[in-house]
């Protein structure tokens, strides 16, 4: 089967979209359980989104039941032009941005280049496997956010600058100092 962009996609992909959009406008109308099961089907994501930006997961998990409360809020502002997914995606992203700001400390956080204890926590992996997660958790705040936003969850420098209310070129320093960290940390060369 064809979507509207002429793109071949899966009937089991096509019945879940269906699926989820039928437990949307259940959702809106008012009912619990609808919303319910979307929090289920999509908590997850939601919170390793969420983990990612914020590094701590305590804050993760504010981050996430912020995202839910205003997700249940904010519903009605969904029309389906795009998958569910794809909507609650950008929601996250812009709520957990938001909830950070309210933060005590946001200022500092996000403006002081001062190590923090993450820099210092070792990233553990094994032999065969790295957890660049772990790695990304122990960037600084402002390099980690624009680095998940851009290199993890495609969002472009005009973007996130929008987002967190940075220059563009701020964006993309903040990006490259996150990539040469990470290159430095997982032992990469930079060439």
């Known amino acids: 089967m064809l979507n509207s962009q002429g793109e071949l996609i899966e009937a ?4 879940a979209q269906r699926a989820t ?3 949307v406008e259940s959702a809106k109308r008012g009912d619990r359980q609808a919303y319910q099961q979307l929090y289920q089907q999509h908590v997850g994501k939601v919170y390793s989104l969420c983990l990612r930006l914020t590094g701590d997961r305590a ?3 504010d981050a ?14 969904y029309r389906g032009d795009s998958k ?7 929601v996250t992203s812009h ?3 938001s909830y950070l700001r309210k933060q005590k400390g946001w200022i500092k956080r996000m403006f002081n280049i001062e190590d923090t204890e993450a820099m210092y926590e070792v990233a553990e992996a094994s032999t065969s496997e790295v957890d660049l997660d772990a790695y990304i958790r122990r960037l600084p705040e402002r390099a980690r956010v624009v680095f998940v936003l851009h290199a993890v969850e495609g969002y472009r420098h005009e973007d996130i600058a929008d987002m967190t209310g940075m220059a563009v070129g701020s964006s993309k320093a903040q990006f490259h100092r996150a990539k040469h960290l990470l290159q430095e940390w997982m032992g990469y ?3």
């Open 12 to 15: 089991s992909d096509q019945f």
């Open 21 to 23: 959009l039928t437990l």
């Open 59 to 61: 804050l993760a998990e």
């Open 64 to 77: 996430t039941q912020e995202v839910f409360l205003q997700l249940w809020r904010k519903l009605d502002n």
């Open 84 to 90: 569910f997914s794809t909507w609650l995606h950008s």
């Open 95 to 97: 709520v957990c941005i």
């Open 189 to 191: 060369e930079e060439h």
